[in-house]
């Protein structure tokens, strides 16, 4: 049988009174991107912290590279790389210093060493950064640094937790491309957190919703999408005689659509498929003299697929990497 490069069954984690991880199971292909996507507080860190062997589960097993984290941490250990949550690069000392330390703890020396250093930075675009103290560098920079620091010992599996938290828009998408690069380059399989929902949807290859310590869907972006049962169909109505609600009524009667929600003077069907539902409700509008101005659909978003398991929002994207760099600062300072 072939290894996975993570497999994890009945994984649990209590703090107190506190489930943090309550029972999950996954695996995870080798070279593949696999997201945990989940809003503060969901488990995810809690996770990354066992697979990478510095906190014990309460119960369930988890394998790395073929290794149990519990029986092997050292052989789990050796074939990891991890970037934390927080930065932990040490923000005095140059670029090349972080890199020359961190090659120095896994055994690397002279030649090779100095090799690994100028392609990590060359491969983190920072070659040029190079005798610069990362306390100089940009949010962006550092989490590159991190990145590549990680991989210097040519790891199989590369845990990266929330990569591109507090960083804005443009650094994220080159965090991103970044990140596409290793897997292509290096085959290296990649197990990242985040609560982005943009993030995951257009960096994994498939992705586990966490939600209160549990796994609530798993799947790829497209699958999870479309196992939410169809698209989204919105059908603006300018001219009746009847409500929007008896309109509404009639074209579930007929079977063509699954449910509705009123939106102004827009209806908005959740379908099977767009394609078929659509002649159907021009039908309908016809018998019941309704002219209908507009008609357009969508797939559900990822957002949608965490409404339906969770009945939450997940907050969204790019609006809140602002908050999330104060609350960074405010965490920092309450240490
Ligand atoms: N060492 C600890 N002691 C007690 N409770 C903890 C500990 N570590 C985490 N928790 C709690 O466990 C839960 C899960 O935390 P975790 O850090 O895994 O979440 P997360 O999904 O990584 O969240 P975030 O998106 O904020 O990073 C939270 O309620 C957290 O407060
Ligand atoms: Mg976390």
Excluded at 169 to 195: C, D, K, Q, S
Aim: aromatic content about 8%.
């Amino acid at each position: 049988m072939v290894k996975k490069a993570i497999s994890v069954r009945g994984l649990t984690k209590r703090f107190g009174d506190l489930v943090a991880v309550d029972g999950i199971s996954f695996d995870v292909e080798n070279g593949e991107i696999f997201g945990f996507l989940g809003p503060n507080g969901a488990g995810k860190t809690t996770t990354i912290n066992i697979l990478v062997t510095i906190m014990k589960p309460t119960s369930g097993e988890a394998f790395v590279a073929g290794y149990n984290v519990l029986e092997d941490p050292v052989k789990v250990r050796e074939r990891i790389g991890v970037v934390f949550q927080d930065n932990t690069v040490d923000r005095n000392l140059t670029g090349w210093e972080n890199l020359y330390i961190h090659g120095l703890i896994y055994g690397l020396k002279g030649e090779e060493l100095r090799r690994k250093i100028e392609e990590s930075l060359e491969f983190a675009e920072l070659t040029k950064f190079r005798d610069v103290p990362v306390k100089n560098y940009s949010g962006g920079m550092v989490r590159r640094l991190e990145i590549a620091r990680a991989l210097m010992h040519k790891p199989e599996v590369l845990f990266l937790d929330e990569p591109t938290i507090g960083l804005d828009p443009h650094t994220r998408a080159r965090i991103w491309e970044y990140i596409r690069r290793l897997r292509e380059e290096g085959g290296v399989t990649i197990f990242m957190t985040t609560h982005y929902m943009d993030e995951a949807e257009k960096l994994c290859d498939r992705v586990a919703i966490i939600d209160h310590g549990k796994i609530v869907a798993i799947g790829s972006p497209d699958e999870l999408k479309s196992n939410l049962g169809g698209d989204i169909l919105y059908v603006k109505v300018s001219d009746r005689t009847i409500s929007l609600k008896e309109f509404a009524e009639e074209i579930l009667e007929e079977g063509t659509a699954l449910s509705y929600k009123l939106l102004g003077d827009t209806l908005a069907f959740k379908v099977r498929s767009a394609s078929k539902a659509i002649p159907l409700v021009f039908r309908v509008a016809d018998s019941m003299n309704v002219t209908i101005e507009e008609i357009k659909y969508a797939q559900p978003s990822l957002g949608d697929v965490f409404l339906h398991y969770t009945g939450r929002e997940l907050r969204d994207e790019e609006g809140d990497w602002k908050e999330m760099a104060r609350m960074r600062i405010a965490v920092r300072r309450r240490r």
